[in-house]
């Protein structure tokens, strides 16, 4: 397929083509796409009847939601990185806006005690999906231009830092605790990558992983919700009820599912069924077999992530590289989250599982991060004498000396 019409700002020159979009990268997302919508439709269905909403429900809005982010997918694969470089640093004054605006009396919508949520009318946006896509365009963009800076110095080394505790003090008073480790822990990768020292990106964690437990212990809330995990059967009706009921679905599953649609535990003994718990409700109709296929496209698409990243930073483009370092990073890092909360290794973290889970927000940035993946790996393998000179100077002078 010639893309020239898709992304005329490729266009074909001396004879030469343009090249097709990531076959493999595309399938990975379209089967974890189909199979994520089967699994909303069989988990959410009770729920949907008992709230009188229709059976399909659920269902109906993911699919609107899908070709939602699609759409929107199509649009940032148009979109040069280089002008996501060019706009890095907005990106960061952006997320800490959205992260703050959600706050505000009568802007944010409170959900089970958390106010992570603006109101669209159809779509309710969960503002922590579209900070963590831009904090990491920002961390991107500044490992560029200060990369020197950043291994050497630091001062250069705390800078991004300081504004990125902005933006998780902001989530941890939504309060989003998951979102928050997803991100640091992303942003901490995408320095490593970059090359500080072992001994600043040790020291970082050592600090990191204090403040992350003086956080847990100081509230009883996020304290109850970390040690449950490690006895749920202590008090199985109670706070460990959603852990226990998740390894009940997951034992019953055995080899081969007990079949599509036939789970017993999302007949309302698994709270958030389609949603945190979806994982769980797969595990029991679909199995060992399922859980491995979909552990395989989780691991396909990060390292297919990655090989792109590589491919961009070999290429010169080193805001691509370590874009794609930070998506491949997160997505996976979400997805081992997720799942790690279902099958009882770690505490609940109210985190969605990416390109699957219920939900609008997850969805639709979802999309746009693949999106950027697909867009990166297009501009590393399209030729160099068909990409008109554009976007900031660096990024000009890379092409050149390409």
Known sequence: MNLSVLLPDMPVRRGGHCPQL?????????????????????????????LELGTFYFAERQSVYLLM???????????????????SQLCILLAILLLAMVLVPGIGVEVNGSTRWMNFGFLRLQVSEPAK?????????????????????????????????????????????????????????????????????????????AGFAALAISSPYRLERLTTFLNPWADPFNSGFQLTQSLIAIGRGEWLGVGLGASIQKLFYLPEAHTDFLFAVLAEELGLVGILVLLGLYTF???????????????????????????????????????????????????????MSYGGSSMLVTCMAIAMLLRIDYETRCSVKSMPASGTQPARRRRSAA
């Open 133 to 209: 896509l831009l904090a990491l365009i920002y961390m991107a963009g500044y490992l560029v231009r200060h990369g020197e800076s950043v291994r050497h110095t630091r001062i250069g080394f705390a800078k991004p830092l300081l504004l990125l505790m902005v933006v998780s003090v902001l989530l941890l008073m939504e309060p989003d605790f998951g979102a928050t480790v997803v991100l640091m822990a992303t942003v901490l990768v995408m320095m490593f990558i970059a090359g500080v020292s072992l001994w600043k990106f040790g020291a970082l964690i050592a600090l990191a992983g």
């Open 301 to 355: 698409l990060v390292l297919r992530a990655y090989a792109i990243a590589n491919a961009a930073e070999h290429d010169g483009n080193l805001f691509s590289a370590y874009l794609a370092y930070g998506v491949g990073t997160w997505l996976g890092l979400q997805a081992f989250i997720n799942i790690g909360v279902n099958t009882g290794l770690l505490p609940t973290k109210g985190l969605t599982l990416p390109l």
């Open 22 to 50: 990531d076959f493999a990268l595309l399938s990975a997302v379209a089967v974890l796409f189909s199979l994520g919508l089967v699994m909303v439709t069989s988990a959410s269905m009770p729920v949907a009847d008992r």
């Open 69 to 87: 982010g699609l759409a929107l997918g199509l649009l940032v694969l148009r979109v040069r990185m280089a002008w996501w470089e060019r706009g």
